[in-house]
């Protein structure tokens, strides 16, 4: 049973609506409110956008990674000219994992903004996901340091009224404040 001032759905055996506190008098306003046309968005399988967490420090990861290989390499055959080559160079090589790890993390990331929910997946071999109903977040908050304002990143912080009073955040987002107006936006539409 649809609630005819609000347009919450409430259980049929319901009393009064759990949104807006209407008391419903009898079967008579079930029926008005079957009739109306719904005026709720219908979830659709398209999401609003998808995005990861920004590569910037990871590409500058790979750049530093890189520069200490090749000078690690260069010592190693300055000071210890007797070691082999190759086991300098793969020595070397392995600086790379460190931003190779990052990397894969910073990508297997995604945040999904669909029509009703916000859908956080995290993990490679272990995957978490995270569903946020639109109708419970309280507020949107976009929040960037002075190194994340320079290169235009920042983190969208987002506030649900869940039992634990949780706050989400969806960190490192190239143009964060644009993430946040379409949240907004789609929060909106939600309402109407």
């Known amino acids: 049973m649809y609630c005819i001032k609000c347009g919450t759905q409430n259980s049929d055996e319901a009393s009064f609506c759990q949104k807006c506190g209407h008391r419903?008098?009898?079967?008579?306003?079930?029926?008005?409110?079957?009739?109306?046309?719904?005026?709720?968005?219908?979830?659709?399988?398209?999401?609003?956008f998808t995005i990861t967490p920004t590569l910037k420090f990871v590409k500058a990861g790979y750049v530093v990674a890189v520069i200490a290989a090749f000078t690690f390499v260069a010592l190693m055959?300055?000071?210890?000219?007797?070691?082999?080559?190759?086991?300098?160079?793969?020595?070397?090589?392995?600086?790379?994992?460190?931003?190779a790890y990052f990397h894969l993390k910073q990508r297997m990331t995604r945040y999904t903004l669909t029509d009703t929910m916000i859908e956080i997946d995290r993990?490679?071999?272990?995957?978490?996901t995270q569903n946020i109903p639109l109708r419970r977040i309280q507020d949107v908050t976009v929040s960037s340091n002075a190194v994340q304002r320079l290169l235009g990143f920042g983190d969208?912080?987002?506030?649900?009224?869940?039992?634990?009073?949780?706050?989400?955040?969806?960190?490192?987002?190239?143009?964060?404040?644009?993430?946040?107006?379409?949240?907004?936006?789609?929060?909106?539409?939600?309402?109407?």
């Open 123 to 128: 993990g490679l071999i272990s995957r978490s």
């Open 156 to 192: 969208v912080v987002v506030d649900n009224a869940s039992e634990t009073g949780g706050k989400v955040i969806l960190d490192n987002i190239d143009s964060p404040r644009k993430y946040a107006n379409m949240l907004l936006e789609q929060m909106k539409r939600l309402e109407r």
């Open 77 to 99: 055959g300055l000071v210890l000219p007797g070691v082999w080559w190759f086991v300098a160079v793969a020595i070397g090589i392995l600086f790379l994992l460190v931003p």
């Open 24 to 48: 419903f008098e009898n079967g008579e306003e079930e029926t008005r409110i079957a009739a109306r046309p719904s005026t709720r968005l219908e979830p659709s399988s398209e999401p609003v």
